[in-house]
């Protein structure tokens, strides 16, 4: 099905609806720090997914509104997403106002966006557009990013600091007395079955393999699944790097995350608790960045939260993580406003 804009400036700008993920997504996502918003991206969330796509009329795609049931009963829609750092939009650099509030204008009546940073320049523009197209738009936070500079910390002296460099000695020989010490970086065609079960052993050994609840990103069946599908795609694969430990030839630590444009988005580290009083996942952090900085990396982007162990590394508060509702309508927005604020 196809949409007319319903906006002189861009009368022949179409919105068409997809099935699905249409391999028009990853022309569009080459913002170089949200790259990683393709087609596999959103898939690895599942559910039956239904896309806007935004083109022009040389048929170039600028922009994509993809998304999923959510809700009691799958009644609302919501913009699906694989993991840290956000879920957004793959949107042109060139998408102009009119042409995004093109895109806004048969979409749902109620929409989720979020988590992501506020900061994000997608999220800045779609705020600001929304009521053009009808919509009022709901926010709560839900955390803070901290995250790291390491081009600034760099311009000040020599990154890690001597003391840290000390610091990682010390655990690194404490470490080498149980085994020997293998630490490597991988990334694009490393990753396999094998590399991904490697470090789901590390996570069924981590504190997370035995807490309920418990985040595990490949420990559990389903998330190993999804992130194996993931990387079938190159260019991800390409950004999704893991720094990993072995003592002896055993799997004891990992740093996974993503590597996109001149960030490193950190996702997850975990290590195996027999090795714990050793600080391998610390050594193996720091040897990571250090890995992703040769790489070009200039930003560590962190995550929520902190309970020291950012801040005693020079990391700062970065951005607010965010959740918005997208509601047409000043009465509905009202009303949802105090249900939306309240919930966690």
């Known amino acids: 099905m196809t949409y007319a804009a319903p906006i002189r400036a861009v009368a022949a700008t179409a919105v068409k609806r997809k099935r699905g993920l249409p391999p028009e997504i990853d022309a569009i996502a080459q913002v170089p720090d949200s790259a990683f ?9 599942g559910g039956e997914v239904e896309t806007l796509l935004l083109l022009r009329p040389s048929g170039r795609p600028i922009a994509a509104l993809p998304l999923v049931p959510a809700g009691p009963g799958g009644r609302l829609r919501a913009v699906p997403g694989s993991y840290w750092p956000y879920r957004g939009l793959p949107i042109a650099e060139e998408a102009t106002d009119a042409e995004l509030v093109a895109l806004l204008a048969p979409a749902p009546r109620i929409w989720r966006l979020g988590p992501m940073f506020d ?3 997608s999220l800045t523009r779609l705020t600001r557009l929304a009521p053009r197209a009808g919509y009022r738009v709901l926010t709560r936070q839900i955390g803070t990013s901290w995250a790291l500079d390491i081009a600034a910390a760099r311009a000040e002296g020599p990154w890690p600091k001597p003391s840290t460099m000390r610091n990682l000695h010390k655990h690194e020989k404490k470490l080498a007395r149980l085994g020997d010490l293998d630490f490597r970086f ?5 990753w396999n079955g094998g590399l991904l079960d490697a470090l789901a052993a590390i996570e069924r050994n981590a504190w997370v393999g035995s807490q309920a609840g418990a985040d595990r990103k490949f420990a559990d069946a389903g998330m190993w699944q999804g992130w194996e599908a993931t990387l079938r795609d190159p260019a991800l694969a390409a950004m999704l790097g893991v720094g990993l430990l072995t003592i002896g030839g055993e799997p004891a630590a990992f740093s996974f995350g993503l590597n996109c444009g001149r960030t490193r988005y950190c996702i997850a580290t975990s290590y195996d608790a027999r090795f714990a009083k050793y600080s391998p ?7 990571t960045y250090q890995a992703a900085a040769e790489r070009g990396v200039e930003r560590l982007s962190l995550g929520a939260g902190d309970t020291g162990d950012k801040s005693s590394i020079g990391a700062e508060p970065e951005a607010a993580i965010v959740d918005c509702l997208f509601v047409r309508g000043a009465v ?9 604020r309240s919930k966690r």
Do not use: I, V
């Not at 918003?37 to 969330?45: D, G, M």
């Open 186 to 190: 991988l990334s694009g065609q490393d």
């Open 332 to 340: 509905p927005a009202a009303l949802l406003r105090p249900f939306w």
């Open 37 to 45: 918003l393709r087609r596999a991206w959103f898939a690895a969330a």
């Open 119 to 121: 900061s994000d320049p």
């Open 281 to 287: 996942g610390y050594l193996t952090g720091y040897w």
